[in-house]
Structure formats: C-alpha cells, structure tokens
C-alpha cells in the first residue's frame, strides 16, 4: 500500500474510537451502505444458486419426471468422476486451450512487436487498428457461424482458395482429424487480436529509452524479445494468460453453433457436455454435481492466481 | 449460369405465391363450437412451418374467435424447450409439435384425443394409415395428428441412370444391371460408379449417393435406415423381453460398415452435411443419388433447369435377407402435433388443431414450402397431381406404407443421442464400427437401467405394437 | 529503405485481411440471394446486392431480438455502472475485505456459465421468471457487476485521495466526497465500465439461450435460432449479425484508447 495514499477508513477512524467491530462497522458504515446491493444481487445469483446446486447435486433428478426425484447422496460425483465421456471431454478442454492458447500468445506477441515498431515516433494510432479489432468484440455465436461459412467443406471461400492454388479440399469440421483444430483456428482469430492489443499497450507503457539503447548496442530482435521485452512484460503476459485460461475454459458458444461437439465427441468441451447432460438429457442432479466439480477445478484455478498476483501487487500497480 | 443460381435453391418465400394461386380463404370443415377471444398457443419449429400455419390467423379468429398465437422454436431446441414448458405443468403451450420418436417422453403430458375425435373427427380415416398408427397413436389411444408427411425415399438424376454407355460400362463392371439402388449393398456400388473427376481438373467433383443427413446430431437416422432393413423379418432396437440392445449385433454391423463405407467414398466433408448441403449437392447434379425427405419431389424443373436431366423417384434401398427382400424406411424425424395436458383452453386448442389439420385448410399447408404431404385425399387432389409427378406421388405412397416405427420411449431423445454419438465416431474412424455399437449398446443399457428396465419393457412393447 | 518499406506494409495487409477476411464475408453473405450461399464455385463479390434480407431479417423477430438487446443491455449497463461504482469506491477507499473480498466478487465472472446456469435456471423457472426481461437482466449482472466492481476499484485507486481528505476535514460529507469529488475524477473509467458491461451484454449467449423463449429473447439467442429444418438461413442470419455489429463497432471506434484497459480488467492502463 502506498504511503502517500492512506485510506479514508484510517482518517475516519481516527476520528472514531478505535475500538472492535462495532466501531469497524460505523467507520465503515458508508462503504457497507454503498456494498450492501451489490452484495445482495450477488448472494442472490451466485451463493444462493450454488447452494442450490449442491442440493440438487444429491438427487438422482430426471426433469421431466419431477415427481421421481430420489435422494442418492454423492453418487452422481462418484457417476461423473467414472464417467469416461466425462474425462474425454476433459482431455478435449485441455488439448483446446493449451493449443488456442499457445498460438494465441505467440502470434498476438509477434503481432504486437510488429505494430510496436511500426507506431514508435508517430503520434497517430494507425487506421487499421480497428478494423483487426473486431473479432474479439463480436458475438461468439456470430463467429461460429462465419467460420463455418468459411469452413464449408463443397461450397465455402477456404476450400475454393486453396483449389487454385493446387491443394485439395480440406475437410475442416467434417472430419474428426481436423474438426478440433479447426475450432482453435477460429478461436486464434477471436482472441488473437486481444493478445496483439494488450502486449501492444504494455510495450508502449515500458521505457521508450530501453529500445533505443538496446537498438543502439545491435540487439537483434529476438534478443531484445528475450532479454528485454518479455522479462519488463511479465506482469502482462501474467494476466493475458489468465483471462484466456478461465475462458477458454468455459468455451462452449461456438461449439454449440459449430460442431455441437461433433464428429463423434471430438470437440466436446467440458462445458458442452456439462450443457448437454443438464438442457438436453435433463439428467440435472448429474449435470450440477458435474459443473460443481468444473467450478472447484476453476475456483483452484483462481485462487492459485489469486495468491500469485495478491503477492505481485499485480492489480495494484 | 446465372439464370441457373437464380433457381438454384428454394427459399421459403417462394412458397407464398403456391398459396396466394391457392385460393387463400378455404373453408371450414362445418360448425364447431366458437370462443370468446380465447388465445391458443401453439409451439412450431421456427421457420416454414411457423409461416404456414400464420397464414390462418385471420381465418380462425374470424370463424372461431380464436386468437392463434405462435411460438417459433429452432428445430435443435424444440425437444428441451417444449418438454421443460410441459413437465412444469405450466400450460403455456396450449398444442405442440414434436417428433415421433420423442413420444415416450411426451406421453404424459399429452391430453389423449380420443374424446375429442369422437366428437369431431378430424377425418381421422384420411390421414396416411403409416402415419396413423406409427406416430398418432400410443399404445391404443390416439394423441396427435401428422402435420408433415415427412418420410425417405429415393431421388435420382435418370437420364444418368438410363444412358447406355453408363448402363454397359456399370454391368460389365458389377455385374448385374444399373438401376436406382435396391438393396444397401447396392449403394456402395453406385457410391464408387458414379465417383469422378468430370472436368478433368484432378479433383473428384462427381459422387453416386449421399444420405439425408450425416451431420452430428441427426446422423444416426442414416444408420437405423440400414439397420432396420439389414435385421431381417423382425428389426427390433431392443430385445422386448430383456430389453437388451440388438443395434450391436451382426445386422447392425453390416449396416454401420456400409453406411461408413458410403461415407469413405462420398463428398468431402460429407461428415457435416446437414439437409441443405444433401439438398444442394443432389440439385446441382454433383450427387447423382439421394435419399431425402418429400421436398425435392416439387422441385423438378429446378432440377431440370440446373442438371438438364430428369429427377427420378424410386423407394428406399432395402436389403435381402434369407432370400427375402427388406422394404423399410422412417420418416427421419416427421412431424406430430399433440395436446398439452394443462391447457387451459383445451376445447379451443383441438377445435384450432381440427381446423388447420383439415383436408381442406391442410392443402395449404402442404403447398407451402417445408410440409410435406400426409393425407390421401392430398395425394388425390387434383392441384397437387397437376404439381407433382405421378411416380413422386406413387413413390411416396409407398414409402409410408413402409414407414417402420422409431423409438418411441421414454428417453428416446437420449437413446438417439448415444446412438448418434456412436455411429459419428465409426464414421470418424474414432472407433471400429464394432466397438462404436457396443458403446452405443452399453450407454442404452445405463439408460434403459436408470429409467426402469420393467417400466421400459412396458413402453416399448405397447410403442413397437407387440 | 524501399523494399523494406513495401514490405511492411504488404505485411499489415496480410494480416488486416486475415482478421477482416471473415467479417467482410459476412457482409457479403447478408447482400448474396439464399442459392448463392451454397454453391460452387463461390461468389467472392457478389455480381449483384440486394439489401432485401435486412428487411426480411424483421420478419424472423431481427427487430425484435435488436428492441430486446438494446433493453436488456442498457438496463444491465446502467445498474452495474452505477453499483460498480459506488461498490468500486467503497473497496478502493475503505479497503473492506481487503483484497479478497473484491477478488472474490471477479471471480465470480470468471466461473463457468454452464456451473451457475443449472441452479439459476430451476430457481428461475420456480420464481415464473423465464422468458422475462428481469431474468436475463439478472443473469447478465453476473458477468458485467463484478466486472463493473473490480474496474471501478481499480480507477479509484489511481485518483488521488488527498482532495478527498482535504473535503473531509472541512466538513463535507462522505456522500459529497463521492458524488463532487471522486466521481468526476474518475468520469473516462466510468465510461469505459459502462462500454465494456455493454458489450458483454451484449454478446452473452447461453444464460439467454435457457432463460428465454421468445418475448426476452436477445440477439445472439435469435441469431442462432436462425435456421430451419431446410439449414441456416445464411442471408438473414447475416444481416441480423451485420446490424447487431453496428453499436459494437461504433463503441469500439469511439473507445479505442480504453479498450486495454477493459479488457485486462484494469491490470494494464
């Protein structure tokens, strides 16, 4: 905490007798007033709902046959945790982000690199800019339909492009050796440009001098990647991963409108699955005991990342 | 060629102009009772059927006071949502369309029609007696009425099928002579025959056949095609007694090998087709052979106008077992529409049903785009021999004559969904077509298990008329 | 110097046509008539446009879907600017649960959709809540409120606090020291929290997918509903998707210099 900067709450408190709760309480009397409806919207459609879910968890509960709800207690954890689809679907989230993600940071950093030599000593932002933006500010639902436009196997642009220039048509979604692949390409080109853009404002953010000392000593690019860019960048990097762990963790949208898992189960997620055992099978207490689990896997996730930017002082300047 | 795209495919507004040549006011079918401004809702899948039925808004408000309102839901979503509506009990949904095969898990929440057909028959004797008693009426008593004909048949480019020089060099090559396929094993035949490079450019652009569809989601209808035929005198998806899975045993093998086969040999892609991809394939004279549902029957100078060549009919491949010959085919989907049992304006909610399902007010209907025909006095009807081709509706028919049940039990939904999965990942080349089916069986084993084995035993014997 | 000149520049072409490529056949899938969508080989320019899906487009409820959109997105835009920031402010200022607390209140945008949709969906259902425009404005809340919150938090823990305190001891009330002095301060980051929730409003899918049937129904449940038992009606859904771009596009013009910042939820300025 910065010094400078001391908080309200201690001026108040000095006023104040400082003293337990109580007195916590009336110090911090104004920012509850001011907390009490977000808290109370959140309880209401978060603590509230999983509590619920948690009971609902326990019971063998077929939706359109409400009244043969039967308590079964943990079985449906034991049900998801031996269901092999289940951990198909698992391996198939894992395999998607760590790919879409991967490519991800490292086109978007290239990209950024690029755009970064290109603006330095020009005060205005370039035209384009915009017009690469626009992918991650689209609907997801709107992407998969686009790309699966793109990806018509007989009828689509890739497919025609490729013809003329000599390589025979590739099968994209159609075929259960690209079908997955395809679905990060069209994730790439969602996110890729959020990547490009965060990277881009933490390059311009660092001290412009570093580069120019660097370029005057002959650095090669990549050294000035390594040694320079990538070590200043840490923080950036840092949180750019973890937005686009937690989701790409959720995708669900564009497999839902692309593939709807298919071929087979090859692009089932986690989160699909989890949808279509809850809103297709109506089997609910099995889909919430599954999507708790997904929620402790993410609340790991988040905590773990907590702990790391807490100490980093990451999201506090 | 671009007066050629101009007719290339049909868009659901060029159906209006059959209708507004129709006489637009038909009338109705004789007195019933009226209503007070007595709001019906009726669920529809979104799209054609939706704009049809919307065309009778004005007509039925004005004989019967009664306000018809529609709720278009995708097709993709009108199992969930419809069912969640029913099972709430909230009778918002005064009458809703849905497939056969999702009877078993409709069935209690449907209102049975008998009392209200004995009062006032929707000229229950006219609708095709396929679509009677496979998918309007449940273990006796009778809960919907077809509102689309849908059922598959064979579509090909005759002129193709009846050259010489293709007929010489397809006997010389298999032996026996070429015809639209009569059997399934027929079908790879024709899958190969017809698979080339027509243009010379190294790319093959020319195949013999594609399935309705393949696509994940509804793809398993293409292998239950096969497997009630290839099964025999006596297809059954389960053993009645025990209820045991039977789609894994040698006939479902034979029927998922061939369907994987006529894949492996077909378009590119074709693992993804849905109906327009089929549809545009065959109408655009790249697919010589398609088996698909009664719309393409009404498009055949569009044929005409993009292939030059004639669009021929004949009934599904079947299979010959034991010397005998299988002729069964499904509706792939189809279309009923029942009651819901918490409606609050049930004498309303038939009397609109009896209204617009009417062999009058129902010739409409099938003149728009998306129904497809369903009772004989449409087949009969002299507008409709004037538009269609003799041998389409012959075809037809017959087809329905041949119409073998679908799953019609609780969790049918989930049972399709295991099987489609299944059959996917064998046309994916995931898994051995075997070892597919055995997952398919094992996962219909759990599911049969979790309903109530006893209970499913019931359903399916009353479903399957045993 | 010339060449290497060029060079860069047909770079940034490549990659403005890779990432516009597919937005820009969008567009001219909305202008193409139904039969040319399917077919081969496919139109690159179309030799002819028509503007008649954007009409038709109202036909199949794109009006509706837009009129529903903008209520949904507006109301959930001005409860979570407003709650963020009075909520941001009291975590900035007063430190209430320390850092925890506001991190636990993200984390909650960061939970998957399909874990809180199951429960929310039966009390909703319970509640007679589906298909009503409260549903989805609640729901949304979830992803746009915490989000609101921690950004909020993150501006006000930039603005200098000493006019605050200096206020303080001559006498202002908290309220004022909000209201006159922080708030202003901090007026570009309440903009860019007001864009950011209206853009993830806007693009939600799946909680509006369960929760709506047709009265409520948002732009993308009605986008991808587009299809019939015929296939996606590729035109009109299309044009439906061009005109829900265009308030996006506007904001992402307008806004550039905040887009980073939102969209690292405050981490980089």
């Given at each position: 905490?910065?010094?400078?900067?001391?908080?309200?709450?201690?001026?108040?408190?000095?006023?104040?007798?400082?003293?337990?709760?109580?007195?916590?309480?009336?110090?911090?009397?104004?920012?509850?007033?001011?907390?009490?409806?977000?808290?109370?919207?959140?309880?209401?459609?978060?603590?509230?709902?999983?509590?619920?879910?948690?009971?609902?968890?326990?019971?063998?509960?077929?939706?359109?046959?409400?009244?043969?709800?039967?308590?079964?207690?943990?079985?449906?954890?034991?049900?998801?945790?031996?269901?092999?689809?289940?951990?198909?679907?698992?391996?198939?989230?894992?395999?998607?982000?760590?790919?879409s993600?991967?490519?991800?940071?490292?086109?978007?950093?290239?990209?950024?690199?690029?755009?970064?030599?290109?603006?330095?000593?020009?005060?205005?932002?370039?035209v384009y800019l915009p017009l690469i933006l626009v992918p991650m500010m689209i609907a997801p639902v709107v992407v998969g339909y686009v790309w699966r436009l793109l990806y018509q196997v007989e009828f689509g642009p890739l497919n025609y492009m490729l013809l003329q220039?000599?390589?025979?048509r590739l099968e994209f979604t159609a075929?259960?050796?690209t079908a997955l692949l395809s679905i990060i390409v069209a994730d790439i080109w969602q996110w890729t440009p959020f990547?490009?853009?965060?990277?881009?404002?933490?390059?311009?953010?660092?001290?412009?001098?570093?580069?120019?000392?660097?370029?005057?000593?002959?650095?090669?690019?990549?050294?000035?990647?390594?040694?320079?860019?990538?070590?200043?960048?840490?923080?950036?990097?840092?949180?750019?991963?973890?937005?686009?762990?937690?989701d790409?963790?959720?995708e669900l949208d564009k497999i839902f409108i692309m593939t709807q898992g298919g071929p087979?189960?090859?692009t089932?997620?986690?989160?699909y699955?989890?949808f279509?055992?809850?809103?297709?099978?109506?089997?609910?207490?099995?889909?919430?005991?599954?999507?708790?689990?997904?929620?402790?896997?993410?609340?790991?996730?988040?905590?773990?990342?907590?702990?790391?930017?807490?100490?980093?002082?990451?999201?506090?300047? | 060629m671009a007066k050629i795209r101009k007719l290339a495919l049909t868009s659901i507004a060029a159906g209006a102009m059959?209708?507004?040549?129709?006489?637009?006011?038909?009338?109705?079918?004789?007195?019933?009772?009226?209503?007070?401004?007595?709001?019906?809702?009726?669920?529809l899948h979104s799209g054609a059927f939706e704009l049809a039925?919307a065309?009778?808004?004005?007509?039925?408000?004005?004989?019967?006071?009664?306000?018809?309102?529609i709720v278009g839901i995708p097709v993709n979503e009108l199992?969930?949502k419809?069912?969640?509506?029913?099972?709430?009990?909230?009778?918002?949904?005064?009458?809703?369309?849905?497939?056969?095969?999702?009877?078993?898990?409709?069935?209690?929440?449907?209102?049975?029609?008998?009392?209200?057909?004995?009062?006032?028959?929707?000229?229950?004797?006219?609708?095709?007696?396929?679509?009677?008693?496979?998918?309007?009426?449940?273990?006796?008593?009778?809960?919907?009425?077809?509102?689309?004909?849908?059922?598959?048949?064979?579509?090909?480019?005759?002129?193709?099928?009846?050259?010489?020089?293709?007929?010489?060099?397809?006997?010389?090559?298999?032996?026996?002579?070429?015809?639209?396929?009569?059997?399934?094993?027929?079908?790879?035949?024709?899958?190969?025959?017809?698979?080339?490079?027509?243009?010379?450019?190294?790319?093959?652009?020319?195949?013999?056949?594609?399935?309705?569809i393949i696509k994940r989601g509804r793809?398993?209808?293409?292998?239950?095609?096969?497997?009630?035929?290839?099964?025999?005198?006596?297809?059954?998806?389960?053993?009645?007694?025990?209820?045991?899975?039977?789609?894994?045993?040698?006939?479902?093998?034979?029927?998922?090998?061939?369907?994987?086969?006529?894949?492996?040999?077909?378009p590119p892609g074709m693992l993804s087709w849905e109906w327009d991809e089929a549809h545009a394939a065959f109408m655009q004279?790249r697919?010589?052979?398609?088996?698909?549902?009664?719309d393409?029957?009404?498009m055949?100078?569009l044929?005409?106008?993009n292939?030059?060549?004639?669009?021929?009919?004949?009934?599904?491949?079947?299979?010959?077992?034991?010397?005998?010959?299988?002729?069964?085919?499904?509706?792939?989907?189809?279309?009923?529409?029942?009651?819901?049992?918490?409606?609050?304006?049930?004498?309303?909610?038939?009397?609109?049903?009896?209204?617009?399902?009417?062999?009058?007010?129902?010739?409409?209907?099938?003149?728009m785009p998306g129904?497809?025909?369903?009772?004989?006095?449409?087949?009969?009807?002299?507008?409709?021999?004037?538009?269609?081709?003799?041998?389409?509706?012959?075809?037809?028919?017959?087809?329905?004559?041949?119409?073998?049940?679908?799953?019609?039990?609780?969790?049918?939904?989930?049972?399709?969904?295991?099987?489609?999965?299944?059959?996917?990942?064998?046309?994916?080349?995931?898994?051995?077509?075997?070892?597919?089916?055995?997952?398919?069986?094992?996962?219909?084993?759990?599911?049969?298990?979790?309903?109530?084995?006893?209970?499913?035993?019931?359903?399916?014997?009353?479903?399957?008329?045993? | 110097?010339?060449?290497?000149?060029?060079?860069?520049?047909?770079?940034?072409a490549i990659v403005v046509v890779v990432f516009f490529f597919p937005i820009y056949w969008m567009l001219i899938t909305s202008m193409k008539p139904q039969e040319e969508v399917l077919y081969y080989p496919p139109t690159f320019v179309p030799p002819e446009f028509t503007f008649r899906y954007y009409a038709e487009a109202f036909d199949f409820r794109g009006g509706t879907a837009l009129i529903n959109s903008l209520i949904v997105t507006s109301?959930?835009?001005?409860?979570?600017?407003?709650?963020?920031?009075?909520?941001?402010?009291?975590?900035?200022?007063?430190?209430?649960?320390?850092?925890?607390?506001?991190?636990?209140?993200?984390?909650?945008?960061?939970?998957?959709?399909?874990?809180?949709?199951?429960?929310?969906?039966?009390?909703?259902?319970?509640?007679?809540?589906?298909?009503?425009?409260?549903?989805v404005?609640?729901?949304h809340?979830?992803?746009?409120?915490?989000?609101?919150?921690?950004?909020?938090?993150?501006?006000?823990?930039?603005?200098?606090?000493?006019?605050?305190?200096?206020?303080?001891?001559?006498?202002?009330?908290?309220?004022?020291?909000?209201?006159?002095?922080?708030?202003?301060?901090?007026?570009?980051?309440?903009?860019?929290?007001?864009l950011?929730?209206f853009v993830f409003s806007w693009n939600e899918f799946l909680f509006a997918l369960v929760?709506t049937r047709r009265v409520a129904t948002t732009l993308p449940v009605v986008i991808s509903g587009l299809y019939s038992q015929h296939g996606v009606l590729w035109p009109v859904m299309t044009a439906v998707a061009a005109m829900g771009l265009i308030p996006i596009f506007i904001l992402a013009v307008v806004?550039?210099?905040?887009l980073?910042?939102?969209?690292?939820?405050?981490?980089?300025?």
């Amino acid at each position: 905490m910065n010094a400078a900067r001391a908080p309200i709450v201690e001026v108040a408190a000095s006023l104040a007798e400082p003293s337990g709760f109580k007195a916590w309480c009336r110090a911090n009397s104004f920012a509850l007033v001011l907390l009490a409806p977000t808290v109370l919207i959140l309880l209401a459609l978060t603590i509230f709902p999983l509590i619920y879910s948690v009971y609902i968890s326990l019971f063998d509960y077929y939706l359109p046959r409400p009244h043969r709800r039967a308590f079964v207690g943990l079985e449906n954890y034991g049900a998801v945790l031996t269901d092999a689809r289940f951990w198909a679907s698992m391996r198939i989230t894992g395999i998607f982000m760590f790919f879409s993600i991967s490519i991800q940071f490292i086109l978007g950093m290239a990209l950024a690199v690029f755009f970064f030599d290109e603006f330095r000593g020009r005060s205005a932002k370039a035209v384009y800019l915009p017009l690469i933006l626009v992918p991650m500010m689209i609907a997801p639902v709107v992407v998969g339909y686009v790309w699966r436009l793109l990806y018509q196997v007989e009828f689509g642009p890739l497919n025609y492009m490729l013809l003329q220039i000599g390589i025979s048509r590739l099968e994209f979604t159609a075929s259960a050796g690209t079908a997955l692949l395809s679905i990060i390409v069209a994730d790439i080109w969602q996110w890729t440009p959020f990547v490009t853009l965060v990277m881009l404002a933490g390059l311009v953010a660092l001290p412009q001098e570093l580069f120019e000392v660097t370029e005057m000593d002959g650095a090669s690019t990549w050294q000035r990647l390594r040694y320079v860019m990538l070590p200043l960048l840490s923080r950036v990097i840092a949180i750019v991963l973890l937005i686009r762990l937690l989701d790409s963790f959720r995708e669900l949208d564009k497999i839902f409108i692309m593939t709807q898992g298919g071929p087979g189960t090859v692009t089932e997620t986690v989160s699909y699955y989890a949808f279509l055992t809850g809103f297709k099978f109506f089997r609910i207490g099995y889909a919430a005991a599954m999507s708790l689990l997904l929620l402790a896997v993410t609340a790991i996730i988040c905590t773990g990342i907590a702990k790391v930017l807490h100490k980093e002082q990451i999201f506090e300047r | 060629m671009a007066k050629i795209r101009k007719l290339a495919l049909t868009s659901i507004a060029a159906g209006a102009m059959f209708v507004a040549a129709g006489s637009a006011t038909a009338e109705a079918p004789e007195p019933t009772p009226t209503f007070d401004d007595v709001t019906v809702t009726v669920a529809l899948h979104s799209g054609a059927f939706e704009l049809a039925w919307a065309v009778h808004k004005e007509q039925i408000k004005a004989l019967y006071g009664i306000n018809m309102e529609i709720v278009g839901i995708p097709v993709n979503e009108l199992f969930d949502k419809e069912i969640l509506e029913l099972s709430m009990g909230s009778g918002a949904f005064d009458l809703v369309q849905f497939n056969p095969g999702w009877m078993g898990d409709y069935v209690d929440f449907l209102e049975p029609l008998d009392p209200y057909m004995e009062r006032w028959d929707p000229a229950w004797e006219d609708v095709h007696e396929g679509f009677r008693v496979w998918e309007n009426t449940y273990q006796g008593t009778r809960y919907t009425l077809t509102m689309d004909g849908d059922i598959l048949f064979t579509y090909y480019n005759s002129d193709v099928y009846e050259n010489p020089e293709e007929q010489a060099a397809f006997k010389e090559k298999y032996g026996y002579d070429l015809a639209p396929p009569a059997t399934w094993d027929q079908v790879v035949d024709i899958q190969e025959f017809f698979r080339r490079d027509t243009d010379g450019d190294g790319e093959i652009d020319s195949w013999g056949y594609s399935d309705p569809i393949i696509k994940r989601g509804r793809g398993f209808y293409s292998f239950l095609l096969r497997y009630i035929n290839y099964a025999g005198s006596n297809p059954q998806y389960m053993d009645p007694e025990t209820m045991v899975p039977l789609i894994n045993n040698e006939a479902g093998v034979q029927a998922l090998e061939n369907y994987k086969r006529t894949i492996e040999l077909g378009p590119p892609g074709m693992l993804s087709w849905e109906w327009d991809e089929a549809h545009a394939a065959f109408m655009q004279g790249r697919v010589q052979t398609l088996v698909h549902w009664p719309d393409e029957g009404l498009m055949t100078d569009l044929y005409t106008a993009n292939t030059g060549a004639e669009m021929g009919f004949a009934k599904m491949p079947g299979a010959i077992v034991g010397g005998e010959k299988m002729e069964r085919t499904m509706t792939g989907g189809g279309w009923i529409i029942g009651m819901s049992r918490d409606s609050q304006n049930k004498e309303a909610a038939y009397t609109l049903l009896r209204h617009v399902l009417s062999p009058e007010v129902s010739l409409h209907l099938v003149l728009m785009p998306g129904t497809d025909i369903f009772r004989t006095s449409q087949f009969n009807h002299p507008v409709i021999k004037k538009i269609a081709p003799a041998k389409y509706l012959e075809v037809y028919q017959e087809s329905i004559s041949d119409n073998f049940p679908e799953l019609r039990i609780p969790g049918g939904f989930e049972y399709y969904d295991a099987l489609d999965v299944a059959v996917q990942k064998a046309l994916a080349g995931e898994l051995s077509v075997k070892e597919a089916l055995d997952e398919a069986a094992a996962n219909w084993e759990e599911i049969t298990d979790r309903i109530g084995r006893d209970e499913q035993r019931a359903a399916y014997k009353a479903a399957m008329g045993l | 110097m010339l060449a290497r000149q060029s060079a860069r520049y047909v770079a940034i072409a490549i990659v403005v046509v890779v990432f516009f490529f597919p937005i820009y056949w969008m567009l001219i899938t909305s202008m193409k008539p139904q039969e040319e969508v399917l077919y081969y080989p496919p139109t690159f320019v179309p030799p002819e446009f028509t503007f008649r899906y954007y009409a038709e487009a109202f036909d199949f409820r794109g009006g509706t879907a837009l009129i529903n959109s903008l209520i949904v997105t507006s109301i959930v835009t001005v409860i979570s600017t407003v709650l963020g920031t009075l909520g941001g402010y009291a975590f900035a200022r007063y430190k209430v649960g320390g850092f925890h607390l506001p991190f636990w209140i993200l984390s909650t945008r960061m939970m998957p959709q399909v874990a809180a949709i199951i429960p929310l969906f039966l009390l909703m259902q319970q509640f007679g809540m589906i298909d009503r425009y409260g549903a989805v404005i609640a729901v949304h809340l979830i992803v746009t409120l915490p989000f609101a919150i921690w950004m909020m938090r993150s501006f006000f823990l930039e603005t200098p606090v000493e006019l605050e305190e200096a206020a303080l001891m001559d006498g202002a009330s908290k309220w004022q020291l909000l209201m006159k002095i922080a708030v202003p301060l901090a007026a570009p980051g309440i903009a860019m929290t007001a864009l950011f929730s209206f853009v993830f409003s806007w693009n939600e899918f799946l909680f509006a997918l369960v929760l709506t049937r047709r009265v409520a129904t948002t732009l993308p449940v009605v986008i991808s509903g587009l299809y019939s038992q015929h296939g996606v009606l590729w035109p009109v859904m299309t044009a439906v998707a061009a005109m829900g771009l265009i308030p996006i596009f506007i904001l992402a013009v307008v806004a550039q210099r905040y887009l980073v910042r939102g969209l690292t939820l405050g981490a980089i300025k």
